[in-house]
């Protein structure tokens, strides 16, 4: 077997348009989490440039709104909705995955929060920054799973960052302070294993 190279004409100062040129997207359906702000409006706006159908996935339905509206506008793609996710309650993102149906062949794993000041926990007991960047997208991921496996070439896409290993690690020992169990140690470290 060769091994060949993967190689890409884009860099630091690609614009999503320009990744996007000569796509076409006519008859996908698509979902961006934390479109309502930042990367995740440019990702659904170039997203339904290309003619896709795009859910914007957020927990400000208001802002949501008003980003749809606006893609609507500037794409002249009318299916662009909004749908009520919070990625730190699960309960949230289960009630997302079940008011979908049909096929889904794109879902950007785009939403997060960064460096958070103070510990803060979800409703589940974990650390924030970790139940939402991770556990909720993992979540999303796997309640959606049969969607993406009824598109015909689906594709699930996040976006990493260093910190989020330190956020794992602090999670781990707050985790572990609390009592945590085996079984959710074994998570984490799936966790690390899968962002790697
Ligand atoms: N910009 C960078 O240089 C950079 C670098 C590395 C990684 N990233 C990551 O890339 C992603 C996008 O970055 P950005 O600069 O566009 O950040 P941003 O403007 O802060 O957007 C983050 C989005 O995530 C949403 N969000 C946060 N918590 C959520 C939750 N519990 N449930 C659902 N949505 C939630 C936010 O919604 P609200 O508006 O409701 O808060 C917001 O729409 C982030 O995850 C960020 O950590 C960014």
New binding site residues.
Partial sequence: MTASRITTPFGFTSTAAEVIAGVDLSGKRAIV????????VETARALADAGAAVTL????AE?GERVAAEIREGTGNGAVTVGA????DLSSVAAFAAAWSGPLDILVN?????AIQELTLSASGHEMQFA??HL?HFALALALHDSLAAATSAATIG?S?TAVIFSMLWSCRVNMKNGMSSPQATDIATSIHQRA
């Fill in positions: 989490t934390g479109a309502s702000s930042g990367i995740g996935a957020v927990r400000n802002a996710l919070d990625l730190s785009n939403a997060g929060v960064m939402t960047n909720g976006r960052q």
